[in-house]
């Protein structure tokens, strides 16, 4: 069934309904440069050009902005019936939690702006299974930071991303115009931090949600979306663009097949897409960028699109005096040294920072303890006589040995001598990095994160945790021709024992799972991008242990009283 043939000049309401649709779809302004709703009823020359994009999007010929039967059939299969555009294709739907749990790091109001424009897009790209959202959504996910940035180099300033370019792209004209790249080279050789901006806003550099690259591509996006993307290359980074343009790509590059046999982050379906995206090949074989990140957010955002979730009710903030022993109950709003040591406990279930104060990210972590290790049916938040019983044995089933995590040098007390503090590396920033302190003990909350991860990676499967590394002084450090810094009270290393008739080869899949498990369940990050968070190192690294660290923790939350020695200090309550 049809309306009649929308054409220009054409009258009425089914027109303004199509109109409305078009600006779901993002082909069509909302309103013109006056300020004037679009939607008038009348096709008029915007709104033929709007069909004419949509024509060209989806392959229906002749493209000549016409919407008869061919067209309007493919616009009621995307939401758009009987002069009432739908808000949203109900199978292409994907909840707010599942976009909440992808953008973690994008404003709410972006988060809250896709929720609601984007059913047109996510149709378009006809993601109409949870398979096919969540291999969209983690991909998307990892490629923008968790929507922190929509451009490639998005995570370092201007000046350092525009000598990036230069050093990749100077050779090539369709990513760097040749007016423009004289420019960057003024800019760099005078560290312009603003000018290097500006230059990049010329430049066609990676951009969008799944990074649109080359003149060329933009180009393509212009009838598409309907948007002048060579003019202005940074609308590409407006989440709402970088979206419809990641849903175009995915389209195009028929990424759907794929994901469709994507049951799990393990599968080929799932390595396939990722190889997709990230190499530009659908290959079940090789491990693309990021590898780890991408499937801890598949884990992360699968379940969410596949059953409806709920987020446990709020726990009544009732206020702890600072100094209140840990036997007391604890609810968000209390302050004071037993919240410090509870969110070091619980460093490796979700984690937050150790500053004292209960807040939403402790709760989290509480939460996440109760669910996940008491079985507690609907966990309340709070922690109770049961809760710091349940803490109590988890470290009696977990313990950490100490004599493994001792420095081998033979010459220092077993934690190093205390020596060089305040002193750095020479000719290097000072940084965590190239401190070059022997700290008194290991970090509470990576013996905490340690056990945590001890505990996951047993529940899924992985076998028996072990110590790899622990404390290396200085002197060990000059035995072994090393310079790393890590190692002195910052880090441990983990392994799993080997079962009969494996190999290197499994255990470096099984150290990739666990180092996905622990982005997932211990907020850990790979690498040491983000400041104040638990690090690991990626697998180009350690390949087959697991090296976990806090090394991009400000000094405040590296202070002497969070180093211990023995099992005493650590499980002191």
């Given at each position: 069934?049809?309306t009649?043939?929308?054409?220009?000049?054409?009258r009425?309401?089914?027109?303004?309904?199509?109109?409305r649709?078009?600006?779901?779809?993002?082909l069509?302004a909302?309103?013109?440069?006056g300020?004037?709703?679009?939607?008038?009823g009348?096709?008029?020359?915007?709104t033929?050009?709007?069909?004419?994009?949509f024509?060209?999007?989806?392959g229906i010929?002749?493209?000549q902005?016409?919407?008869?039967?061919a067209?309007?059939?493919?616009?009621?299969s995307?939401?758009?019936?009987?002069?009432?555009?739908?808000e949203?294709?109900?199978?292409?739907?994907?909840?707010?939690?599942?976009l909440?749990?992808?953008?973690?790091?994008?404003?709410a109001?972006?988060v809250?702006?896709?929720?609601?424009?984007?059913?047109?897009?996510?149709?378009?790209?006809?993601?109409s299974n949870?398979?096919r959202?969540?291999?969209?959504?983690?991909?998307?996910?990892?490629?923008s930071?968790?929507?922190?940035?929509?451009?490639?180099a998005?995570?370092?300033?201007?000046?350092?991303?525009?000598?990036?370019?230069v050093?990749t792209?100077?050779a090539?004209?369709s990513?760097i115009?040749?007016d423009?790249l004289?420019?960057?080279?003024?800019?760099?050789?005078a560290a312009?931090?603003?000018?290097?901006?500006?230059?990049?806003d010329?430049?066609?550099?990676?951009?969008a949600?799944?990074?649109?690259?080359?003149?060329?591509?933009?180009?393509?996006?212009?009838?598409?979306?309907?948007?002048?993307?060579?003019?202005?290359?940074r609308?590409?980074?407006?989440p709402r663009w970088?979206?419809a343009?990641?849903a175009?790509?995915?389209?195009d590059?028929?990424?759907?097949?794929?994901a469709?046999?994507?049951t799990?982050a393990?599968?080929?379906?799932?390595?396939?897409?990722?190889?997709?995206?990230?190499?530009?090949?659908a290959t079940?074989t090789?491990?693309?960028n990021?590898w780890?990140?991408?499937?801890a957010a598949?884990?992360?955002?699968y379940?969410?699109?596949?059953?409806?979730?709920?987020?446990?009710?709020?726990?009544h903030?009732?206020?702890?005096p600072?100094?209140s022993?840990?036997?007391?109950?604890?609810?968000?709003?209390?302050?004071?040294p037993?919240?410090?040591?509870?969110?070091?406990?619980?460093?490796?279930f979700?984690?937050?920072?150790w500053?004292?104060?209960?807040g939403p990210g402790?709760?989290?972590q509480?939460?996440?303890?109760?669910?996940d290790?008491?079985?507690?049916a609907?966990?309340?938040?709070?922690?109770d006589?049961?809760?710091?019983?349940?803490l109590?044995?988890?470290?009696a089933?977990y313990?950490?040995d100490?004599t493994a995590?001792?420095?081998?040098?033979?010459?220092?007390?077993?934690?190093?001598?205390?020596r060089?503090t305040g002193?750095?590396?020479a000719?290097?920033?000072?940084?965590?990095a190239?401190?070059r302190?022997?700290?008194p003990?290991?970090?509470?909350?990576?013996?905490?994160?340690?056990?945590?991860?001890a505990f996951?990676?047993?529940r899924?499967?992985h076998g028996?945790?072990?110590?790899?590394?622990?404390?290396?002084?200085?002197?060990?450090?000059?035995?072994?021709?090393r310079t790393?810094?890590?190692?002195?009270?910052?880090?441990?290393?983990?392994?799993?024992?080997?079962?009969?008739?494996e190999d290197?080869?499994a255990?470096?899949?099984?150290?990739?799972?666990v180092?996905?498990?622990?982005?997932?369940?211990g907020?850990?990050?790979v690498?040491w991008?983000?400041a104040n968070?638990k690090?690991l190192e990626?697998?180009?690294i350690?390949p087959?242990?697991?090296?976990?660290d806090?090394r991009?923790?400000a000094p405040?939350?590296l202070e002497?009283?969070?180093?211990v020695?023995?099992?005493d200090?650590?499980d002191a309550?």
């Open positions: 069934m049809t009649g043939t929308i054409r220009r000049g054409a009425g309401t089914n027109v303004e309904s199509f109109q649709f078009l600006i779901t779809q993002g069509l909302a309103t013109d440069a300020g004037r709703p679009t939607a008038t009348v096709a008029d020359a915007p033929i050009d709007a069909i004419r994009a024509q060209l999007r989806y010929a002749p493209a902005g016409v919407a008869g039967p067209t309007q059939t493919k616009a009621r995307l939401g758009w019936a009987d002069g009432t555009p739908a949203a294709a109900v199978s292409s739907a994907i909840s707010l939690d599942a909440r749990a992808a953008f973690r790091k994008m404003p109001a972006d809250d702006t896709i929720a609601r424009d984007g059913s047109a897009w996510f149709a378009a790209a006809d993601l949870p398979e959202q969540a291999c969209f959504l983690a991909n998307v996910c990892v490629e930071g968790e929507g922190a940035y929509f451009r490639e998005g995570y370092v300033p201007p000046l350092a991303a525009l000598r990036y370019f050093q792209y100077a090539k004209p990513i115009p040749p423009v004289p420019r960057a080279r003024a800019v760099l050789a312009d931090q603003a000018g290097a901006q500006a230059v990049i010329r430049c066609y550099v990676g951009r949600a799944l990074q649109v690259t080359h003149r060329a591509n933009y180009e393509t996006l212009v009838p598409v979306l309907g948007q002048d993307f060579v003019a202005e290359p609308l590409l980074e407006q970088a979206i343009a990641g175009v790509w995915w389209r590059n028929g990424a759907n097949v794929h469709d046999q994507a799990s393990d599968g080929p379906g799932f390595r396939k897409v990722c190889n997709l995206v990230n190499r530009g090949r079940a090789g491990r693309p990021g780890t990140e991408r499937q598949f884990r992360r955002i379940p969410l699109l596949r059953t409806p979730t709920e987020m446990p009710a709020p726990v903030a009732r206020a702890v600072a100094g022993p840990a036997s007391s109950v604890l609810e968000r709003g209390a302050t004071g037993a919240v410090e040591a509870l969110q070091l406990r619980l460093a490796g979700r984690g937050t920072l500053d004292g104060e209960y402790t709760e989290l509480v939460v996440t303890f109760q669910r290790y008491m079985r507690v609907t966990p309340s938040g709070a922690v006589a049961a809760t710091v019983e349940a109590r044995r988890f470290a089933e313990p950490v100490f995590l001792r420095c081998p040098c033979g010459r220092c007390s077993g934690f190093g001598l205390g060089f002193e750095y590396q000719g290097m920033p000072r940084t965590e190239y401190h302190r022997e700290y003990g290991i970090h509470r909350a990576i013996l905490h994160a340690m056990r945590a991860a996951h990676a047993s899924a499967g028996r945790a072990v110590v790899n590394s622990g404390y290396r002084c200085w002197f060990d450090n000059l035995a072994h021709g790393s810094t890590n190692h002195m009270g910052k880090a441990i290393d983990i392994d799993f024992d080997l079962a009969p008739g290197k080869r255990d470096r899949d099984r150290c990739d799972k180092r996905g498990l622990l982005v997932e369940t907020n850990f990050q690498g991008s983000g968070r690090a990626p697998s180009e350690a087959t242990w697991v090296h976990m806090v991009a923790y405040r939350y002497d009283r969070f180093f020695r023995s099992a200090e650590l309550i």
